[in-house]
């Protein structure tokens, strides 16, 4: 089983985008048996909410269901994940600080993406204070896509 985390900041609008994105994705392609696919924050004030309400009205009308509630990232989690996505430097700074040692490949989302040139972009920048979510999709969906095709080429899925 092959596993994605998806992280931003507080885990209502990037990363369960991202999250339910990819699974979309995984599921269409039929490999929902070899992944399992989850997203966090390295804040918790969200923790135990829904995705933002921008989040769910943009992934509703692409056809994408989401029901995921926010949670924290633990250090467990870049252990138990073999592919850890931050969607900015911020987030990715904190990730390899906090998980200093794991086994995880932690690396900015976009990255595949770039390398690939389907964005031209590093980072998915945060809706939240400025109501960019077709943005976000739009930086998202290509996003998945590159990761996709990475995951499928390393891991011979």
């Known amino acids: 089983m092959i596993r ?3 992280v931003c900041m507080g885990n209502i609008c990037r990363s369960p985008m991202a999250e339910a994105v990819f699974q979309d994705m995984v599921n269409r392609e039929g490999l929902q048996d070899q992944f399992f696919v989850d997203s966090a924050g390295t ?3 969200h ?5 933002h309400p921008g989040t769910l009205e943009v992934l509703t009308r692409h056809h994408i269901s ?5 949670r924290q990232v ?3 989690d870049l252990d138990a994940f073999d592919y850890v996505l931050a969607m900015d430097q911020e987030n990715l700074g904190f990730l390899l600080r906090y998980g200093r040692g794991a086994t995880a490949e932690v690396r900015l989302f976009l990255s595949y993406a770039k390398e690939q040139g389907r964005v031209t972009r590093s980072e998915v920048p945060d809706p939240y204070m400025d109501g960019g979510y077709d943005r976000t999709y739009n930086l998202v969906q290509p996003g998945c896509a590159a990761l ?4 499928r080429m390393a891991e011979k899925v």
Request: charged fraction near 25%; glycine fraction near 14%.
């Open 4 to 6: 994605v985390l998806f």
């Open 47 to 51: 923790a135990g909410s829904t995705a």
């Open 66 to 70: 989401y029901d995921g509630r926010a």
């Open 43 to 45: 804040g918790d004030w």
């Open 148 to 151: 996709l095709d990475h995951i």
């Open 74 to 76: 633990t250090r467990d």
